[in-house]
């Protein structure tokens, strides 16, 4: 029913004084001729919320209500629906890949050489089904080659010198020259290396020594990611560490309200109401006696408060939202990798009134046929300490490293516990779509080979132990990866 200009105008000046928003007469009467029924409270709301953050001003321009319609007009055309009840609407497609349950713990000997067999058989037939590995000779017959004979050979890395690798296969130790001659690129993937990775060597026999010629790594192909046919998103994080002092507890709340659809600017609104689902790579509380004098800094002393308050928050986040955990070397899980999901006996209240999925650190899911290998990332201290590539302040360079060698976590007895008996499960077989990690507090996002990596900063600002290793945080960022299109983007809340 067509009402009359005067009621309308009434209508909209009650509607935006219960709101608070003062309309100069441009506005006023822009808002009368676009008035339409269905949508002007829709319109109000956003103009409020905009206002609203422009530090306390209520007065409404003629130029922002311009901006708002045509903003709206615009994506009403272009998707057939409101923007506001998308994820609502499509409905969840989510598949567990991978997720590992607890496994009694062994230091059983032949248990832990047969899982390093496990590792060496399965990425050898990585590298075979990518790369040509012929004349291939196991290394028992290759040192025994006449002089000048050339070949290639598969090895797991023992030892790392300047002139030289120790290298081992199920049958023998050897040791590698490196040429005082070799390549620039060969020079690079050296500095690369980590101990027990498992690598193609090309070499050639020269006084009854083996010299490296090349390296060859598993790596993985470049391919095109897939995309969804539904328009959602996924909100990436990780290391809440609630229970620390240290704990951003504004910032945090701001990323639920906005969830909610409150706060920041129109656009970062309409991402908030696309958002199916979010993940949280590990570390959503900062435990209990994970390292020495750590009650010192604690906020909330017992974990089981911590979990109990910190899911109290996350119990605000839309209930069509699914919320995806894995544990970090914080939480309470067992912690050699892999580890199950965090304890059930924390889970319980969740899990019973919410949409959370508690999964192992790694796992692998399927979110509408895109594919996330998520991983808390606890091996990235090994790798910068070994490889020349990788440092705490690049994750991605060592999110890299992992692909390059086909492996999560490969360095055995340095700072990362790996459960060593049964098949290796950190062998990285299948090829994600979507590589996310945490643990380093540094947000970092960047495509390696069509795969988006995300290392997905924190929730903690500057330790104490962060300031003496020098370590320089990236705290209250998200990610949000759309599905349908793959593009990324990050969202500050601080
Ligand atoms: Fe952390
Ligand atoms: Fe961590």
């Keep these: 029913m067509t009402q009359d200009k005067e009621t309308v105008r009434r209508k909209i000046l009650t509607e935006a004084a219960r709101r608070r928003l003062l309309l100069n007469p441009e506005a006023l009467s822009m808002l009368v001729e676009n008035y339409d029924e269905n ?15 422009q530090k306390g001003s209520l007065v409404v321009s003629g130029e922002m209500v311009a901006r708002f319609i045509s903003g709206q007009v615009k994506s009403e055309a272009s998707t057939g629906v409101h923007p506001q009840v998308l994820a609502k609407e ?7 890949l991978k997720s590992y349950e607890a496994k009694p713990f062994s230091d059983d000997l032949e248990a832990r050489k047969q899982y390093f067999v496990d590792r060496y058989l399965k990425i050898s037939s990585i590298l075979r089904s990518r790369a040509d590995l012929s004349p291939y000779y196991p290394l028992r017959k290759a040192r025994s080659l006449p002089d000048g004979s050339e070949g290639k050979t598969i090895v797991m890395l023992y030892e790392k010198h300047e002139n030289y690798l120790v290298v081992e296969d199920p049958e023998t130790t050897v040791k590698i020259m490196i040429p005082k001659d070799c390549s620039r690129d060969l020079r690079e993937k050296i500095d690369r290396l980590v101990p027990d990775s498992v690598i193609g060597v090309a ?9 490296c010629r090349s390296l060859i790594f598993p790596d993985v192909p470049i391919k095109k ?9 996924v909100l990436m994080t990780s290391d809440i560490h609630f229970g620390s002092q240290k704990f951003s507890e504004k910032a945090f709340r701001r990323m639920i309200r906005w969830l909610r659809g409150g706060g920041l600017g129109e656009r970062e609104r309409n991402q908030a109401f696309k958002i199916k689902y979010i993940v949280i790579a590990g570390d959503l509380v900062d435990g209990v006696g994970v390292y020495p004098q750590q009650e010192k800094e604690l906020q909330v002393k017992d974990v089981e408060k911590q979990y109990e308050m910190l899911l109290e928050i996350l119990s605000q986040i839309p209930e069509y939202i699914r919320i995806i955990i894995i544990p970090g070397n914080h939480d309470a899980a067992p912690r ?12 319980k209240r969740m899990e019973a ?3 959370l999925l508690s999964l192992s650190n790694p796992c692998m899911v399927s979110l509408h046929g895109v594919r996330f290998l998520i991983y808390h ?3 990235m201290e090994d790798i910068a300490t070994f490889s020349k590539n990788a440092s705490y302040d690049k994750p991605d360079n060592s999110m890299e490293l992992m692909l390059q060698f086909r492996h999560l976590a490969p360095v055995y007895g340095s700072r990362t516990p790996l459960l060593t008996q049964g098949p290796d499960e950190l062998v990285v077989e299948e090829v994600p779509d979507v590589f996310h990690t945490g643990h380093v507090h540094v947000f970092r996002s960047r495509v390696y080979k069509g795969i988006r990596l995300v290392n997905s900063g924190t929730w903690q600002e500057r330790t104490k132990y962060q300031e003496q290793m020098g370590i320089m945080p990236t705290p209250n960022i998200a990610g949000i990866l759309e599905l ?6 990050e969202i500050s809340f601080a």
């Design 225 to 233: 990611a897939r995309v969804a046919e539904e328009d959602v998103s």
């Design 336 to 347: 050699a990798l892999p580890q199950p999901p965090i304890f059930r006996e924390y889970m």
């Design 90 to 96: 499509v409905e969840e497609k989510v598949e567990v």
């Design 39 to 53: 949508s002007f409270q829709s319109l109000l709301d956003k103009l409020a919320g905009t206002v609203g953050e």
């Design 484 to 489: 349908k299109t793959g593009n990324f983007s």
């Design 353 to 355: 009134s919410r949409n």
């Design 203 to 211: 070499f050639r026999v020269s006084g009854s020594k083996l010299f």
């Design 377 to 379: 990332g606890t091996s």
